[in-house]
């Protein structure tokens, strides 16, 4: 991309891109670099900034000829991103996965995807085989001294955070169970009690399905020990991809959809795709209260929740008898059907993500929800540090277009709460990925600070590097990667301590 084609604009009106641009980021990373320097092309690095963004995504799409029938079903690779006083290094690394190293041996897919990948040879082939692949794709923490690779069916894999080096499948020093399942969107906690904690969740679903909430401290001698744990069980199946945490509750919404696993069993669907909204039931808010918080003990709450399917949460707050959570809806669970190629997907055919703020009323037992924006989006998030609080800035990823489904090429800071918005856009020929929003450590306003994004550039078939400034998305910073890095899912900041003066 010429870096004319990098603009920041508030002009929504223009929904152009040429889908060969998009589609050329779903690409195999054949290199693996240790602290390559980046060449900054534009602007200069904050000398504030100290620390890894580390990032997780699918890295292996194709093996042998086959494609992955969905980008979720390749395998995960870290790509960590050091600052240290103005000098930016990357590295990235593949999760040497059971399964990752089984398939490059063979060269070929040998386990099927949950989002659809098949095994060579047809529904015979795969009828039947019901093992997971832990792909270890979906998001990158650090927890104690370990780097955990997080992918939600399973456990995680454990990665030495200098050298990204695999060191295995964890439990956690005890804490998981072989085979259970790990949340790969963990909730910092940035010390509504005393210290910092890391929220997570573990589901076990089935007709009547299992929630276990663990806490972990982060911080001091004890960090990665589990420091509570609580388990409930909820009538009904439920996909839980993420949650949303307050200082007293953890918040899940139980979304209203059927699973029947038949197809799945006879080779002819992934897992995922087995799944389906059902207009009929009742989607739930099921809150369960923190160990830590002043409802610690008590029984969860259940209130019904609006119409729609939620991947995402931003954030969620109290305030006097009301929790207040936003989320991001869409009309049903968007998949990617048997005969589709993702990479050819008409956006138009798949429905669109709405920010909305659902306030829920203990005294009344009622839910009203408002629309924040109308405007496609995702990746959504907060000031860390309003983690839980109400918060009045977020950032996240949009598509070009004012409204209606389409690429995400665009970061928005929305005012949640007069819904001001402003812009950075990477249109025509970029494609944005999960903003991280990283506070000034020397400010102490809520929107002082940078947001960091990868960004596909279409024109040199490569990814960018973008840094803006969090206050109003101006341009502090955009350097190239030598490599190309598909569309990412999740990251985080772990900011490290500048050297002593
Ligand atoms: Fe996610």
New binding site residues.
């Given amino acids: 991309m010429k870096q004319s084609a990098l603009r920041a604009t508030s002009d929504k009106t223009s929904a152009h891109f040429d889908q060969h641009d998009w589609a050329s980021a779903y690409c195999n990373v054949d290199q693996e670099l240790k602290n390559v320097p980046l060449t900054t092309i534009k602007g200069s690095i904050p000398k504030e900034l100290f620390g890894n963004l580390y990032r997780n995504g699918p890295g292996k799409l194709e093996r042998n000829g086959q494609w992955v029938h969905h980008p979720f079903d390749g395998d995960g690779m870290i790509v960590s991103i050091c600052f240290n006083n103005g000098d930016v290094t990357l590295s990235n690394q593949f999760i040497r996965t059971e399964a990752w190293e089984e398939e490059e041996k063979a060269g070929k897919f040998i386990y099927r995807g949950v989002f659809g990948t098949q095994k060579p040879g047809g529904p015979i082939a795969n009828a039947f085989d019901l093992r997971l692949k832990n792909i270890a794709n ?2 990158v923490i650090k927890l104690g001294d370990q780097l955990l690779a997080l992918w939600e069916a399973a456990g995680p894999h454990a990665l030495n955070p200098s050298t990204l080096e695999t060191i295995g499948l964890s439990n956690l020093n005890g804490v998981l169970k072989k085979g259970e399942s790990f949340s ?2 963990p909730r910092f906690d940035p010390g509504h009690h005393d210290r910092p904690r890391m929220v997570t969740f573990g589901v076990k679903t089935g007709p009547k399905s299992t929630i276990r909430l663990m806490e972990f401290a982060t911080e001091g001698v004890a960090a990665g020990q589990l420091i509570s744990d609580r388990k409930d069980n909820f009538d009904g199946f439920a996909f839980l ?2 949650f949303a945490i307050t200082p007293n509750w953890a918040l899940f919404l139980q979304n209203a959809i059927d699973f029947n696993p038949l197809p799945f069993i006879l080779g002819q669907k992934g897992a995922a795709q087995c799944l389906k909204s059902n207009p009929k039931d009742q989607a739930k808010f099921l809150l369960i209260p923190r160990d830590c918080g002043a409802y610690a003990g008590q029984a969860p709450r259940i209130f019904n929740a609006p119409k729609g399917f939620v ?2 949460h931003l954030n969620a707050s109290e305030k006097d008898e009301e929790i207040i959570i936003e989320s991001i809806y869409y009309k049903d669970f968007p998949s990617i059907k048997p005969n589709e190629d993702f990479r050819k997907i008409n956006f138009d055919s798949i429905p669109e993500g709405i920010l909305k703020r659902c306030h829920i009323s203990f005294s009344s037992n009622q839910i009203s929800i408002t629309n924040l924006s109308k405007q496609c989006c995702e990746f959504a998030m907060v000031n860390p540090l309003y983690q839980g609080l109400k918060a009045n800035y977020s950032w996240m990823a949009v598509a070009e277009r004012a409204e209606g489904n389409g690429p995400l090429q665009s970061i928005k800071k929305l005012n949640l709460n007069t819904l001001e918005e402003c812009f950075w856009s990477a249109s025509p020929r970029g494609f944005v990925s999960e903003p991280i929003m990283i506070p000034n450590p020397t400010s102490k306003s809520e929107d002082e600070g940078w947001v960091i994004t990868l960004v596909w550039n279409g024109a040199r078939r490569a990814t960018d590097l973008v840094i803006l400034n969090a206050s109003d998305l101006s341009e502090q910073a955009i350097l190239e990667f030598p490599i190309a890095i598909p569309y990412g ?2 990251g985080n900041w772990v900011s490290s301590n500048p050297p002593k003066q």
Avoid: V
């Fill in positions: 979906t998001n790969a969107h991809h993420d991947f995402h899912l999740h």
